[in-house]
């Protein structure tokens, strides 16, 4: 067995299928595996068929809800692991030699608290030769006024015909609120709306209008309303416990997953233009590094 790998590996093998077999053969699971290198499963499982295909032999025996390593598959799991491990130690080795590259990401400041910032410490450990640069701005990228390398928008609109622009994340708003709060005053349908404070921002003050008209019940009242000059400001003072909020998901995720704001009509929702990201038209290696992770969170939400 030893010499038959040893001749194909002269071959020069699939890498990035070594890559995903060793990740697959850690976690005994294609689907953790995935995760971990933020691919889909189905990828995780040509690249695996494809070494298999390489090398000749199956790796893994295939069962009902779980892989298993054969004992081909435990032996080429033992080389090749600690193989791995020593270019990723040369490779940060050399990393922590090199100065920083950096690379300016121009996003409104919202985007930026509630879902960039808090998703950095992982971009940060998977690249660590790369210094991403938050600009924070309201105003188009078409208008910005410090350069930038990556930026994020909702929309189409607004972007310099030089930019390459791609989709992003697909977003939409619905209700939020404290668990403080809907204790003291629930909100277990529509009519209940009539007893809370509705919170809006200056820059998307038409939202609860839209998202009433949405639901089929435009002429719903509330006890009061509260409006802030950006988005932020709502989103905490819905989590203080100061009104509701129409917040989109994709800027609240971490606050629902701690529960420091709970949804009480999670079905009652309204579409809202998807986010694009556009890379510069001189795009550095590590300007696509950033492109390239951003593809993988579009994939992990999908």
């Not at 499963?41 to 000749?56: P, T």
């Not at 709502?234 to 420091?260: C, E, K, M, N, Y």
């Not at 009480?264 to 590590?286: K, V």
Request: charged share 20%; net charge positive; hydrophobic share 45%.
């Amino acid at each position: 067995m030893r010499e038959k790998i040893a001749h194909m590996l002269r071959r020069e093998p699939p890498l990035n299928a070594v890559r995903a077999f060793a990740a697959a053969a850690r976690h005994q699971s294609f689907t953790r595996a995935a995760a971990e290198l933020h691919v889909t499963h189905s990828a995780v499982s040509r690249q695996i068929k494809s070494l298999e295909a390489f090398l000749g032999i199956a790796l893994f025996e295939r069962q009902v809800r779980q892989v298993v390593l054969t004992a081909e598959g435990q032996q080429f799991f033992a080389e090749v692991g600690p193989a791995l491990a020593q270019i990723m130690t040369a490779a940060h080795a050399l990393r922590s030699q090199t100065p920083a590259r950096a690379v300016r990401i121009n996003v409104r400041p919202t985007f930026a608290v509630r879902w960039l910032i808090p998703r950095l410490p992982a971009f940060v450990e998977r690249y660590p030769g790369i210094e991403p640069q938050v600009i924070t701005s309201t105003v188009s990228p078409e208008k910005a006024s410090d350069a930038f390398d990556i930026a994020v928008r909702r929309g189409l609109k607004g972007w310099p015909p030089s930019i390459q622009v791609r989709p992003f994340l697909e977003d939409e708003v619905l209700v939020v609120g404290s668990a403080a709060l809907f204790a003291q005053q629930p909100l277990h349908d529509l009519r209940s709306l009539a007893n809370h404070v509705l919170l809006s921002s200056r820059t998307r003050k038409a939202d609860w209008d839209d998202w009433k008209r949405h639901v089929g019940a435009p002429r719903l009242k509330s006890a009061g309303k509260l409006q802030f000059d950006h988005l932020h400001f709502v989103l905490q003072a819905a989590v203080d416990g100061l009104g509701i909020a129409l917040a989109p998901t994709s800027l609240v995720a971490h606050d629902l997953a701690s529960g420091r704001l709970v949804s009480p009509l999670p079905t009652l929702r309204m579409g809202l233009n998807r986010y694009y990201y556009g890379l510069s038209p001189d795009a550095s290696a590590e300007a696509i590094c950033v492109a390239e992770w951003f593809e993988g969170m579009l994939r992990a939400s999908a």
